[in-house]
């Protein structure tokens, strides 16, 4: 079981995320307009390095729902490998069955 601190600090950043989003796209869209004026873009950057870095997307790590691991996750499932193999094995998840040969 994950740090109980680790596993509140990024559900605060997902917040953070869906919070800042819409500011965010919209500074990144002036940056990228290369047909607005030099200074206008500039004050856009300016903008966005004054935001929170825990609103950026890249700073949320993916974590297992179950346990809140953060190592060797399925994105797919979000679960980590050991809850995923927990689940498949009681055939809690529809259609995964355990290989045999």
Not at 17 to 25: E, H, I, N, P, Y
Not at 42 to 68: D, M
């Amino acid at each position: 079981m994950a740090k109980t601190s680790q596993v509140n600090r990024n559900a605060r950043r997902m917040q953070m995320v869906v919070r800042d989003k819409a500011k965010r796209t919209a500074l990144k869209s002036i940056i990228k307009d290369r047909e607005l004026p030099v200074e206008d873009r500039f004050e856009a950057s300016v903008k966005l390095a004054q935001l929170p870095r825990n609103g950026s997307p890249t700073r949320v790590k993916l974590r297992c729902e179950i346990s809140g691991r953060a190592r060797a996750n399925y994105r797919k499932f979000r679960l980590s490998r050991i809850a995923l193999r927990d689940l498949a094995s009681s055939g809690q998840i529809p259609g995964m069955v355990k290989a045999s040969w």
